[in-house]
């Protein structure tokens, strides 16, 4: 048998079902997929820079300063990582979605 918390109050009934009042922002990603990935998944875009991805980010690791940024426009996990020759951009692609007939690429 499970008994609420003897503090809590059910919310009104206009509040059941909304989204709440508070968002959430990446601030650091801990983890890499390259283990079981065989696929070019991390490169070296400056001395200081490298960049790969995990899950649906990617992510550019900046060494030195121990920060990141990061590329949130996937919905599904990355399969995939290029860089053009100048190692300005990146395009990654991801694994097709159950109702796609194939992934998605991002530049």
Same mark, same amino acid.
């Given at each position: 048998?499970?008994?609420?918390?003897?503090?809590w109050?059910?919310?009104?009934?206009?509040?059941?079902?909304?989204?709440?009042?508070?968002? @959430?922002?990446?601030?650091?990603?801990f983890?890499?997929? =390259?283990? #079981? +990935?065989?696929?070019?998944? &991390?490169?070296?875009? *400056?001395?200081?820079?490298?960049?790969?991805?995990?899950?649906?980010?990617?992510i550019?690791?900046? @060494?030195?300063?121990?920060?990141?940024?990061?590329?949130? =426009?996937? #919905? +599904?996990?990355?399969?995939? &990582?290029?860089?053009? *020759?100048g190692?300005?951009?990146?395009?990654?692609?991801?694994?097709?979605?159950?109702?796609?007939?194939?992934?998605?690429?991002?530049?």
């Amino acid at each position: 048998v499970l008994h609420p918390p003897t503090s809590w109050v059910p919310p009104p009934e206009e509040e059941i079902g909304r989204d709440p009042d508070a968002t @959430l922002e990446l601030d650091f990603v801990f983890g890499y997929g =390259g283990l #079981t +990935n065989s696929a070019p998944n &991390l490169f070296y875009v *400056s001395q200081t820079e490298v960049v790969y991805y995990t899950a649906a980010v990617g992510i550019v690791y900046d @060494l030195r300063a121990n920060t990141q940024r990061f590329f949130l =426009g996937h #919905t +599904n996990d990355i399969e995939c &990582l290029a860089l053009d *020759s100048g190692r300005a951009f990146a395009a990654t692609g991801q694994q097709a979605d159950q109702t796609a007939e194939s992934g998605e690429v991002k530049v």
